[in-house]
C-alpha cells in the first residue's frame, strides 16, 4: 500500500501549481514597470553623456585657436581631423596641422525625432539631430519639445 502512496504524491496538487502562477505573476507585476522607466533613463542618460562629449570638443578647440569655435559648415571636420591655427583640417597629422581631433566621431542624436542622426547645423534638418551656434560654441539636441520623464525639455541639457 505504501508504494500506491508515493506514486500518487509524485506530482503537484493544483492548488500548488496555481499559487506559484499567482506569485509569478505578482513578481512580473512588480519588476515589469521598473524596467521600462529604466529605458527612459537611458536615453536622458546617453543624451548627457554625447553632449558632455561634444561640448568638451568644443572647449578644448577653442581653446586651441585662440577662443574661436569650429564653424558650423566645417563641424565634424574640425572636431573629427586634426587642423592649424586657423582651423584648416587634415586627415592627418603634419607639421601645420597639429591640433586635435577633438572627438573620434559626431555621436548619434539619442532622443527625440532626429534619433540616430549626427548632422550638425544651425537650423533644424531632416539630417541634423544637432544645433550649434558657432558664435557662442554652444550645442544642444535637436529637439524642442521632447522631454525626459522628469518633464525636463531634451533641449536644455
Known amino acids: 500500500m505504501s508504494c500506491q502512496r508515493s506514486k500518487k504524491r509524485m506530482g503537484f496538487s493544483l492548488l500548488e501549481l496555481m499559487l506559484v502562477v499567482v506569485i509569478i505573476a505578482l513578481i512580473a507585476a512588480i519588476a515589469i514597470p521598473r524596467l521600462s522607466r529604466g529605458t527612459e533613463g537611458a536615453t536622458s542618460s546617453s543624451l548627457a553623456g554625447s553632449l558632455a562629449v561634444l561640448r568638451d570638443g568644443i572647449d578644448r578647440y577653442s581653446v586651441e585657436h585662440g ?83 522628469t518633464g525636463k525639455l531634451y533641449v536644455n541639457y
Not at 130 to 136: D, P
Request: with cysteine; proline share 7%; charged share 10%.
Open 67 to 149: 577662443g574661436s569655435f569650429p564653424t558650423v559648415a566645417s563641424f565634424s571636420a574640425q572636431m573629427t581631423q586634426y587642423s592649424d591655427a586657423s582651423g584648416n583640417t587634415s586627415a592627418t597629422k603634419d607639421a601645420t596641422h597639429v591640433y586635435g581631433p577633438y572627438v573620434r566621431s559626431v555621436p548619434p542624436q539619442p532622443v527625440g525625432p532626429r534619433a540616430g542622426q549626427s548632422g550638425v547645423a544651425a537650423a533644424d534638418g531632416a539630417t541634423v539631430g544637432w544645433l550649434y551656434n558657432a558664435s557662442t560654441g554652444n550645442i544642444t539636441a535637436n529637439c524642442t519639445t521632447e522631454t525626459d520623464a
